[in-house]
Nanobody
Framework: QVQLVESGGGLVQTGGSLRVSCAASGSAASRYFLGWFRQAPGKEREFLAVIGWSGGSPYYTDSVKGRFIISRDNAKNTVFLQMNRLKPEDTAVYYC?????????????????WGKGTLVTVSS
């Protein structure tokens, strides 16, 4: 079992930056793949990025590649999403997720553990 709690959402202007965090707890949390999804109003949940337990070779969806950076601190069981050059279309609830497997759950659906989300609003 893994519990996930996001923080760091808020209001930011277009072109600005924001970092959201997710604290993972549970005995296996440090060995799980951790990632981020988002869901904008009226849209389906969208995969953004995932990172392995070692922190190497993170994977991003094309829409955020080059703007968003995922990282993790295993000593604190925390995963971060640094979001740069934000646009109004980045406005969404951002969800942290965890799963022991990669890549299937992240690509095809079925990630096992979810946080409750944190709202990011980008003003124009």
């Amino acid at each position: 079992q893994v519990q996930l709690v996001e923080s760091g959402g808020g209001l930011v202007q277009t072109g600005g930056s924001l970092r959201v965090s997710c604290a993972a707890s549970g005995s296996a949390a440090s060995r799980y793949f951790l990632g981020w999804f988002r869901q904008a109003p009226g849209k389906e949940r969208e995969f953004l990025a995932v990172i392995g337990w070692s922190g190497g070779s993170p994977y991003y969806t094309d829409s955020v590649k080059g703007r968003f950076i995922i990282s993790r601190d295993n000593a604190k069981n925390t995963v971060f999403l640094q979001m740069n050059r934000l646009k109004p279309e980045d406005t969404a609830v951002y969800y942290c997720a965890a799963d022991p497997k990669y890549p299937s759950p992240w690509v095809f659906g079925g990630v096992n553990y979810w946080g409750k989300g944190t709202l990011v609003t980008v003003s124009s």
